[in-house]
């Protein structure tokens, strides 16, 4: 795709002949999904749901990293925040996120040490800057933020860094799709790919969704228009009867995707079973740090034991995550649970599917 | 969370892989270590710290652009980019 034709993404007139094109296309009985917390936000706040053909039904997937991080891992990292001389640094996004009992907002309002850094970068220099204190970073993400706690595990043990390690919760995105494709709750006729995910893995890891399910997907940018294009080459491959994995967000995307980085999360990590709130366990899901780099792995340098886990009552975050409920199916959503006073995670966190459907749409208000 | 956000590279790289960009008006040292071609005026994807891939200068202006709309943190500030051929709505609902 050349650059003069990019002025189109923007253009209202291309949007509507793409949303004419997805009509006149949308003939068999679609439910697409997408994955990514960024495509939930855009296509609640341009009200791309409004313009979709009765044919056409758009669900929102598990695609906020903060949504899908289990109880048992943020009362861990709850835990870690309470052991002396720790210092916990993370993204401004974990600090709400309720666990069983308590969220890392509250530990801090008790006196916990617990700080936002836009980068992992930012935690090994205050380590640096406080060597008397042990400056734990807390890391979820998919693949577009593993690589970077990956090469800041790697600069830490280049630096030889004794007083910091990382608490990795990252999750990967393609095994989870697999997952959502055999739950018997949802039927998923088509995904609508992340695109930063993928400028990082490309579009090959998503081949046996297509190949060994024959669920079509195609990788989609975040302008509206990008989404809707994404929504019509879906279309158009049930259609015509296809399964293929497009890339329809070439300005970012390259079906190698970057090697460097998938070369330095294979490196730094090993693929593990991990708990996805609402889904269950997924294997080969989570990313723990291999051996070799244990001294920089918190689970190793500060164990604790969590307590038990408790859900939060009432609460249908894990049924919104799966598709298997819309956000205003929610008995709370809208009543006991708003963006003030949020009650689970999909609507504390900005890109949580309730908190786009709550603040972009009129669905659900009591 | 997973988005890249462009930036310029205005200085640098440096010998750790290290270079200076400016973001959103902000300027602030980001590693290259994932796109090692990447040079002094280039335009990166910029997540948590680091440069995820090399992006036309033009994709970037339009993505900034986008941010804005969508009232990202970290935006409400700035000042509308000149992009004129730009309508302000999409104009869908």
Known sequence: MTDDLLGGFRDPEHARALVDAI???????????EVCGTHTMAIAKNGLRGVMPDTIKLLSGPGCPVCVTANVDIDIAIETARQPGIILTTFGDMMKVPGSYSSLAREKADGRD??????????LALAEAVPDKHVVFLGVGFETTAPTVALSIREAKRRGLKNWSALALHKTVPEALRALTNDPDVQINGFILPGHVSTIIGSEPYRFLAEEYGVPGVITGFEPVDVLQGIWMLAKQRAEGRAEIEIAYTRAVMPEGNPVAVRVIEEVFEPVDTEWRGIGVIPGTGLAIRAEFAEYDTRVRVPVTPPETREIKGCQCGDVLRGAILPFECKLFGRACVPEHPIGPCMVSSEGSCAAYYRYTDYGRS | MCLGIPAKIVDGPNDNQMAEVDILGVRR?????????????????VHAGFALEIISERFAAETLELFRQMEMPGTEHLEPLELPELPSQIGLQ
């Not at chain 2, 040292?29 to 040079?39: G, L």
């Open chain 2, 29 to 45: 040292w980001v590693s290259i270590h994932m796109v090692p071609e990447a040079k002094i005026d280039d335009f990166v994807l």
């Open chain 1, 114 to 123: 617990v700080r936002i850094v836009y980068s992992p970068l930012d935690s």
């Open chain 1, 23 to 33: 009509r006149e296309t949308a003939v068999e009985p679609s439910t697409f999904m």
